[in-house]
């Protein structure tokens, strides 16, 4: 990861009030780089190991973009993202959210620092070839895809 990515991901997902929620794509995206999502992901996984005297970050108002939690196994802390939501005022239905009305526009949407580049993150171990096209790969000229 390029260095101080969590700490920008952090501060896109303290912008979101609460009733509101967030993608992982969204905050990919506001950061400058939409084929990041999954590392959004691992930022916020990584909050276990932030200092407690930071500022908090409402790791629970961040959600897919199909409007479900994403729990990945783990099922208490699914769980425990929907009760927060619901206190504040975030309604599922059939356990998705409504992003039309609860998705957050970020309006007065701030920089938190300079957007990472999406090739830095990805590119390492992967060949230049490789790292952007439609699934990721990049068709070489004359070389047919298999």
């Known amino acids: 990861m390029g260095p101080g990515w969590n700490a920008r991901v952090y501060a896109v997902v303290r912008q979101c009030p609460a009733g509101f929620v967030t993608t992982y794509g969204q905050v990919a995206t506001l950061l400058g780089s939409p084929r990041v999502a ?3 992901g691992y930022a ?7 200092d407690e005297t930071d ?14 939690i994403s729990h990945r196994g783990d099922v ?13 005022g975030v309604v599922f239905v ?12 970020y309006p ?6 300079d ?16 790292r952007s ?9 004359g070389t047919p895809f298999t």
């Open 94 to 105: 059939r356990d998705r959210v409504d992003l039309r009305r609860f998705l957050y526009p």
């Open 115 to 130: 957007p990472v580049d999406a090739d830095e993150l990805l590119g390492e171990g992967v060949p230049t070839g490789l």
């Open 44 to 50: 916020l996984a990584a909050l276990a190991n932030v």
């Open 76 to 88: 208490k802390r699914a769980m425990q993202q929907e009760r927060l939501l619901e206190k504040e």
């Open 38 to 40: 999954r590392h959004v």
């Open 55 to 68: 500022e908090p970050v409402p790791w629970h108002r961040v959600i897919n973009s199909q409007g479900r």
């Open 108 to 113: 007065d949407f701030r920089w938190p620092e």
């Open 133 to 141: 096209g439609r699934s990721g790969h990049r068709r070489r000229s």
